[in-house]
């Protein structure tokens, strides 16, 4: 029963007078309050999962947050509990786009995917890791820049051969 009270706190009401992203930063208000300063918030990603919301509107709830002086954003990191003086923020979990590339590059190194072979499109990869097109090409730059895969104009990206691969 207590876990369908906490459940139903976090409902969002959207017939009421109140804005859904506002709804959203009363619930990360009551979320913070109790995480000490340079902790960080959920991303607006795991926001726009959690309540089933457009990119804008986890965007403005954390505004209403930073307006609030709650928290603080740091560009390409994210938001964190408090102002930018008050404690170090404690480190994120690792990138998306990295941990694609990790676990790309392991497949390679296991055998998976073939040297001088093709490696799963843009669209492929989108859909088996649940993440935006951008997120895939930051992964795939950061594979190219490593040498685990080259890109053939109009053909895609193959496994670069075994002596071109970063030494482990």
Do not use: C, N
């Not at 459940?7 to 709804?23: K, M, P, S």
């Not at 408090?82 to 994120?92: F, I, L, M, S, V």
């Not at 799963?120 to 950061?142: C, F, N, W």
């Amino acid at each position: 029963m207590l876990y369908l009270l906490a459940y139903v706190a976090y409902v969002l009401d959207y017939d009421g007078d109140t804005h859904i992203y506002l709804q959203i930063a009363e619930i990360l208000r009551r979320r913070v309050s109790g995480l000490s300063s340079g902790h960080p918030v959920p991303s607006e990603a795991d926001i726009q999962q959690e309540f089933g919301v457009a990119r804008t509107t986890a965007r403005r709830a954390i505004h209403v947050l930073r307006e609030e002086g709650l928290v603080y954003t740091v560009q390409g990191e994210g938001a964190f509990v408090g102002t930018p003086d008050e404690a170090p923020r404690k480190q994120r979990k690792v990138p998306l786009y990295q941990q694609i590339a990790t676990d790309l590059a392991e497949q390679i190194k296991a055998g998976e995917y073939l040297p001088r072979r093709p490696i799963p499109g843009e669209s492929a990869l989108v859909q088996q890791y649940g993440v935006a097109r951008e997120t895939v090409r930051r992964a795939m730059a950061l594979l190219r820049e490593q040498g685990w895969i080259y890109t053939v104009a109009q053909r895609g990206s193959y496994v670069s051969p075994k002596e071109s691969w970063p030494q482990a």
